[in-house]
């Protein structure tokens, strides 16, 4: 690789005249392009990378800064710098004539003459402390054979970093080499596997300081970050990313605490969709269920015994066997020998209070009944050399990717969506499959004419195709005042416009409980809220009913909890499938539905404060260092502390109750117990109980349902508990 080296800094006139806006600084590289900094408020900035050939990525669907403002279908030019606050800065210089560029909270020297490398050192402007640091042996490089270019950042070994996605393992990445690439990931390692289903190359560090600060790589190809695996005697320590073939343009963000930087992350990616209330509730999918030969009279039976069992429940997602022929699925089309009545059986789905969701898949075998026509209008993922569809192997078959980027694509699929899902008396569709694993090196989005690599454009195609989703139920929507619900299982940042999203396909083991745990909080801190993971574990052997409980315990305070599951035989996870803890796992679901009113206000504030719903207890008490170890607690909202059991056999568990300010301390959630704060407990874990803590002084609000009746999503309130 080569070093990018600059010649010297030049500012923007208005900068270099006083402290005005329009805040630019800009250093031309000596093989051509330029580098260009900006800052867009106090506390973030971007750098810019422009090569002298043009951007290869031209457009940004993930920056959408003006609340409630999306980003246009054909994606924000690269260069629109509008919808920023872009601050009055201070310059200054050193005696060794170093260049610094201000605003009250942020500060950047900008290094590096020509004979030097080019380099940016961030520092708190209040306190003088090293923010993020490029690396001053290289920071910049270029691969001219493979189009890579490589970011290098001084690394800290004390430091901790977070983000990424959904990535596996514990919570701090540091040490680890991870990658941004999406996959169909059945089955993978929940403590080591990687890649899984997202593109979000967002990293969020805390220095040794105590300051957090955020990096966000704008950039659809795939991205490898190195945050602490190698090191080079010539280079001290550091940390890279790799983008393959793709832009460097990227966003730093300071913050005093981890909310800070997050909350300007997630409004600079369009905020939170604020869903509708009732999925909120339990949803119970089963593949094997719909894959039936008699999949009607199955889920008929199934609404039956979800009565009978007294389970509440308040939707039901169907898996794409409603559209299958023996192994291959068939997207929008509906088998009409194991579903004789579709709307019949969705009729009855809603009269008994459970809002429906249907798989969809964005690609179709070529025996589908709509590829020729199709084909003929060029709607497909295309190869540059042929001018012919791609086709590759998908589900049993042979099949052609859907290219979202053609506006009669996108028309087509929103007209059967409407005809074959929403017609028949479902509410939502639940994007799946959609990570574009395209493997040939020739294919391309069209993106309106501008011809998008597929390697530079796979994630695009979930997010644009989860929109497609979102925004033909919205034109459906026969009562405007409800919000939008749909799901997606793929996609880079923006997609938390639009979808609930969630763990993928994750494998029934105790290690998956545990380290799925850490997972869903890893995506909170990324800036996806509404998470969750497939209750019991989707593939693999079913879970024995020790595990299983615990599964719905650990899960049943999380954003989304479905319960999905893909096994032999065609069995599924259903409540009531292991007698002697149906009862408990009956209570579990309805503690769920009595917290709803405080669940509830914490979607309200992940959409209008931009925090998330679960998080680290390091994110509510950022100054208790015990908090940054590995646990398996979690907080709901502000108040609520939940310690899942995720050991076989566990009855007590030895916890760590974070400090609280002004001698406040933890109150157990069923006995009022009180626990001392910034000390270490063990607490009962029987099996039929979840432990839950409040702190002092919070209030609860709680719903019950009506006389008789069981538990539903929209239950008054019907007292606030004090604590």
Known sequence: ????????????????????????????????????????????????????EGFKEPHTWAIAPVAGSDVPWSGRPREDMSGFERPALTVTQDPAGVTALSSPRLSVRLLGDGQTPLRLHWVCAATGKTVLEDRPTSAYLQERRTGLVRHCVVRDPR??????????????????????????????????????????????????????????YDT????????????????????????????????????????????????????????????????????????????????????????????????????????????????????????????????????????????IKPCLLDDHPSYPALNAQHA???????????VEPYWDGQGSHLDFTRAHTVAWWQAQLKQQVLDQGIDAGWNDNNEYAIQNEDAYSDAGGARLAMHRSRPLHSLLMTRATFEAQQAHASDPSEATFTVTRA????????????????????ATLKWNLRTGLQMSLSGMFNVGHDVGGFYGPLP??????????????????????????????????????????RDAIALRYR????????????????VPIIRPTFFNFPDDLQCLEDSDEFMLGESILVSPVVTPGQREKRIYMPELPDGRCWLDFQTRQRFAAGAWHTVAAPLGHLPMFVVQGAKIAVASPLPGQLPRHDDPVSEILDF
């Open 220 to 359: 659809l190809a795939m991205c490898t970050f190195d945050l602490g695996c190698e090191h080079d005697n010539y280079h001290g320590f550091f940390r890279t990313v790799d983008i393959d073939d793709g832009d460097l343009d990227y966003y730093v963000m300071l913050g005093q605490t981890p909310a800070e930087v997050l909350a300007q992350f997630v409004a600079l990616i369009g905020g939170t969709h604020l869903p509708p209330r009732w999925s909120l509730g339990y949803a119970q999918t089963a593949m094997g269920l719909a894959d039936a030969p008699d999949a009607q009279n199955q889920l008929d039976r199934f609404i039956d015994l979800c009565a009978s069992q007294r389970i509440p429940i308040s939707s039901f997602h169907y898996g794409s066997g409603y559209s299958s022929r023996g192994k291959q699925r068939y997207v929008f089309t509906w088998n009409h020998d194991k579903f004789p009545d579709p709307k019949a059986i969705n009729h009855k789905f809603q009269s008994h209070g459970m809002r429906l969701v249907a798989n």
């Open 159 to 216: 430091e901790h970093y977070f983000g990424l996605g959904d990535k596996t393992g514990p919570l701090n990445l540091h040490g680890r080499r991870l990658r941004c690439l999406g996959q169909d990931a059945l089955g993978y390692d929940p403590q080591s596997g990687d890649p899984l289903y997202k593109h979000w190359p967002f990293v969020m560090s805390r220095t040794v300081d105590g300051l957090w600060v955020g990096l966000y």
């Open 595 to 610: 917290l709803m009113p405080y669940l509830w206000t914490c979607f309200e504030q992940a959409a209008q404060k931009h």
């Open 380 to 390: 497909f993922i295309e190869d540059q050399s042929t001018g012919l569809a791609v």
């Open 544 to 585: 024995e009913p020790e595990l299983f409980l615990r599964w719905v315990q650990a899960c049943c305070l999380n954003p989304r909890m479905v319960m999905n599951s893909w096994k032999d035989g065609g069995i599924s996870n259903l409540p009531w499938m292991h007698p002697e803890v149906t009862d408990a796992v």
């Open 491 to 510: 996609g880079p940042p923006g997609l938390q416009r639009y979808a609930q999203t969630w763990s993928g396909d994750n494998t029934t083991s105790w």
């Open 1 to 52: 690789m080569k070093p990018l080296l600059a010649q010297s800094w030049t500012l923007s006139p208005e900068l270099a005249a006083s402290s005005r806006t329009a805040p630019d600084a800009t250093s031309s590289f000596t093989t051509g392009g330029q580098l260009q900094l900006s800052f867009l408020s106090p506390t973030l900035a971007r750098v810019t990378v422009r090569p002298a």
